[in-house]
Structure formats: C-alpha cells, structure tokens
C-alpha cells in the first residue's frame, strides 16, 4: 500500500498571511494518461470533507482561488495565499491512484 | 441540487451488522461510483470502498474484504454499505461520497452528513 504523509500536522497562521501543506507519496502518483492522482479535502469543524483539489492543481467547483495545489511525482503542496478565518479545519492529501484510497493524517490549521 | 441524505445514528452490539443508507439526488444516478470512507472519532479519513452504481460491482479496501458488503438501489436512487462482525474498533462515523465514473481521476465531490455507528455492549 501507499504511504501518505503530510506536514506539518498542525499550523497556526494570522488571517491574511499565506499557508502551505506538504504531502508526501511513497510512490509516484503519475498515471499513464500524464494525470497524478493526488486530492486535497478540508474538513471544517462538524462538518463533512469538501472537495478543494483534485488531480494535484484543479480546483473544485466553487473553491476560491486563494487554493492551489502543485506538485508531481510523490512530492506535492496546498497553498493558501492569504487565509481567511472561515479556512479553519483539517486539511486531508489522497491518494487516488490505486485502491485502497490512502488519506494523509490530516493538517489541522487554526486562526489566529 | 445535489444531495446525498444519509440514514440516522446506530447502536449496536458487538458481532452484529449495520446497514447504513446514502439516497441521493439531483442528478443522474448511475452516472457515478459512490465511494464510504469512515472516520473513527477525534481521528482521520478511513476509505473503505466503492460501488459502481450501475453495474453493482464493487472494490473494498483489504482490511474490510469480507466484511463489508455495498449494494445499491437504482429505483430509489440510495446506495448501501452493509458492515458485519462490529466490534469496539468500528465505532465511527461512516460517510457516503459520490464519484463521477465518466471523468479522469477519482475524488468526492459531494459528501453525505455522515452516520455515526457506535459499537457498545
């Protein structure tokens, strides 16, 4: 099975100042048709995952363009270019190359 | 608009099954996989597999394999994840998340509200 990792798990960052999120594969998540099957999720507090990132630098429908996401092969990051307070929650990377689906341990980020 | 209405919280006994419910509308069912990934509480995401809605077959993570069973309901438009053998370990809420079969890539664009499953003797 894949190895996720994420870093840091925890961020604590002042509304306006910019934020990123590392995640790590043990293997590469290029797929032969040229996509990398990495995702972004955010989980805000008591509420279900909400798609931000998909195939490592779309973003969903809806999701401000403060979001981006970049990366290839195993190594892969979230930006936020400026967080707002309503960004609070845990951010979750996956793997969606090959099942089993296999989520990073998750990005807590608090508001200053 | 979309919507994926998940079925109410359950208790139940260790070694018995839960049989929890996603009905979704606003679009064309059949045109999607539907994905349940669990989360243990004070934890992360857990996928646990999928079903293809309109051909029934099915993928489950290793660690359900034998386990768990996903079904769906293609004249009511609500998929099912069927978890037998419960113990302490499987306490947790379960999410239903679709999946759009005809585009690249997989990811869940739309989340249920989740089923909280506690296991308690």
């Known amino acids: 099975d894949f190895v996720i990792t994420q870093s840091p798990l925890s961020l604590l960052v002042t509304p306006g100042e910019p934020a990123s999120i590392s995640c790590r594969s043990s293997?590469?998540?290029?797929?032969?048709?040229?996509?990398?099957?990495l995702d972004w999720y955010l989980q805000k507090p008591g509420q279900s995952p909400q798609l931000l990132i998909y195939?490592?630098?779309n973003r969903a429908s809806g999701v401000p363009d403060r979001f981006s996401g970049s990366g290839s092969g195993t190594d892969f990051t979230l930006k936020i270019s400026r967080v707002e307070a309503e960004d609070a929650g845990v951010f979750y990377c996956?793997?969606?190359?090959?099942?089993?689906?296999?989520f990073g341990q998750g990005t807590k980020l608090e508001i200053k | 608009q979309v919507r994926l209405v998940q079925s109410g919280a359950e208790v139940k006994k260790p070694g018995a099954s839960v049989k929890v419910s996603c009905e979704a509308s606003?679009?064309?069912?059949?045109?999607?996989?539907m994905h349940w990934v669990r989360q243990v509480p004070g934890q992360g995401l857990e996928w646990m597999g999928w079903?293809?809605?309109?051909?029934?077959?099915?993928d489950f993570a290793p660690k359900f394999q034998g386990r768990v069973t996903m079904t769906r309901d293609t004249a009511t438009d609500t998929a099912y994840m069927e978890l037998s053998r419960l113990t302490s370990g499987d306490t947790a809420l379960y999410y239903c998340?679709?999946?759009?079969?005809?585009?690249?890539?997989?990811?869940?664009?739309?989340w249920g509200q989740g089923t909280l499953v506690t296991i308690s003797s």
């Open positions: 293997q590469s998540l290029l797929y032969i048709n040229g996509y990398t099957y």
């Open positions: 998340a679709r999946d759009d079969a005809l585009q690249a890539g997989t990811f869940f664009d739309y």
């Open positions: 079903v293809n809605l309109n051909s029934g077959a099915t």
């Open positions: 195939l490592t630098s």
């Open positions: 996956v793997q969606s190359l090959e099942t089993p689906y296999i």
């Open positions: 606003g679009y064309t069912f059949t045109d999607y996989y």
